[in-house]
């Protein structure tokens, strides 16, 4: 059974500063997703990771996969308030199966 | 139309009760999801619908119960809920061929 677990589980950043959330899945995983979370509200896609080596960017946030470390990386470049919400990663055991990570709550603080 | 809705958005009722949460996507996605999220906690996958079957249920209580009437919409009827079954409740729709699930805004539900 695919399990997921992230760390930090809470990151407090100052603005401007660069950091990396952790993702590592326990078993194959076809495909590696990145969501986020603000409070009270549903979930935003922000990536799907299809294979291994695969990056992809977005403004501040660049996600990568490495599927012989089991692992995929959420980093933070020169964060902003904006960026402050909870990112959960989640692998998939089929098509539609999503095992979702504890989630990281990110604050960024002037 | 790119968007899941949900209705309602926020639901009280109590443990006698029988109500249904309704989910609606118009992107002619053929996968339909129910996700549960107790706070601070990460979604648990409750139903997958494909192309209108039931495709995965995974051991959620029979006071549970999903519908899928048509391609474009999703029920969950409720009946005598626990207050342990407060949460938030996520729909959300995929395509499938782009890997993708798009979730709709949620309903918070609170069992009295």
């Known amino acids: 059974e695919l399990k997921v677990e992230q760390n930090p589980l809470f990151l407090s950043m100052q603005e401007g500063k660069n950091y990396t959330i952790y993702c590592n899945y326990s078993?194959?995983?076809?495909?590696l997703y990145w969501y986020r979370q603000d409070p009270g509200k549903s979930l935003e896609s922000l990536f799907v990771?299809?294979?291994?080596?695969a990056v992809k960017q977005e403004g501040r946030l660049m996600a990568s996969l490495d599927t012989k470390a089991r692992l995929s990386t959420l980093h933070i470049t020169a964060a902003v308030h904006d960026l402050s919400a909870t990112y959960f990663c989640a692998g998939s055991e089929d098509t539609d199966k999503l095992i979702f990570g504890t989630g990281t709550r990110l604050q960024v603080f002037p | 139309d790119t968007e899941v809705t949900q209705t309602p958005k926020h639901l009280v009722m109590g443990m006698t009760n029988k109500k249904s949460l309704k989910c609606e996507q118009h992107m002619g996605h053929r996968a339909m999801y129910w996700y549960k999220q107790k706070a601070k906690k990460p979604p648990e996958l409750m139903f997958v619908?494909?192309?209108?079957?039931?495709?995965i249920n995974e051991s959620v209580p029979s006071r549970f119960s999903p519908e899928c009437p048509n391609s474009s919409l999703l029920n969950l009827h409720l009946h005598a809920l626990q207050p342990e079954d407060s949460a938030l409740y996520l729909c959300a729709s995929s395509p499938r061929w782009t890997y993708e699930q798009y979730f709709g805004p949620g309903t918070r539900l609170t069992v009295t």
């Open positions: 619908y494909s192309y209108e079957k039931l495709s």
């Open positions: 990771l299809l294979s291994n080596g």
């Open positions: 078993t194959t995983s076809d495909r």
